[in-house]
């Protein structure tokens, strides 16, 4: 089997498997399009189709995520802050406000699609010592992504949100599913020893 990588643009990359496939006619020669992984910014949202695998890294951001099985799409935004500061007609996910009317839209959903919509929320991590509520974002985010959606009318299915660790969300358009990893670093006053 041969492997080739193509580059593709906004930080994606496919890869392309030849391989021969044996029928009783003799040998077929086929090519497979693996999965193209996508990276979703900070205030970015991307929409993916069937051969499309988003992710996300996120701190105290909120990753919304929605999966639509019927129709083969995905969207994934990855939301900065809670509120926008005032009505914006941007598609755009650097705020929750924004990014979920943002994500409906792109991904060509109405109303009567929203029961066939996976909704995942992960991040809104607490990243700083901080005991002001001000400087407490990743709840902020969290809380705003819960209300929006629920003013949407859409129902979250998985959700991991707040604690104090990083996550990364990956969504596969190809097979439906999702993956949350949270990111854990060593406790501070760990001993380590080299062999």
Not at 32 to 54: C, E, F, H, N, P
Not at 125 to 139: D, E, F, P, V, W
Not at 150 to 170: A, F, P
Request: positive net charge; aromatic residues 6%; charged residues 15%.
């Amino acid at each position: 089997m041969q492997t080739t990588t193509i580059n593709a643009s906004n930080n994606a990359a496919a890869t392309v498997n030849h391989w021969a496939a044996f029928d009783f006619g003799g040998a077929e020669e086929r090519t497979v399009v693996s999965t193209r992984s996508v990276q979703v910014g900070i205030g970015q949202l991307k929409i993916g189709g069937r051969t499309d695998q988003l992710q996300a890294l996120l701190g105290s951001c909120v990753g919304i995520a929605f999966i639509w099985k019927k129709r083969g799409r995905c969207g994934l935004a990855h939301c900065l802050l809670p509120e926008a500061p005032e009505a914006q007609a941007e598609l755009s996910a650097r705020y929750v406000s924004q990014a979920v009317p943002a994500l409906l839209l792109l991904i060509g959903a109405t109303e009567a699609d929203y029961p066939d919509i996976q909704v995942v929320l992960a991040g809104g991590a607490t990243m700083l010592n901080a005991r002001s509520s001000r400087l407490q974002i990743g709840q902020q985010n969290a809380d705003a992504a819960k209300r929006h959606l629920r003013k949407s009318g859409l129902n979250v299915q998985y959700c991991r949100i707040g604690g104090k660790c990083g996550r990364t969300l990956t969504v596969d358009c190809a097979t439906s599913s999702f993956i949350v990893n949270e990111i854990v670093t060593a406790q501070p006053n760990a001993a380590y020893a080299n062999a």
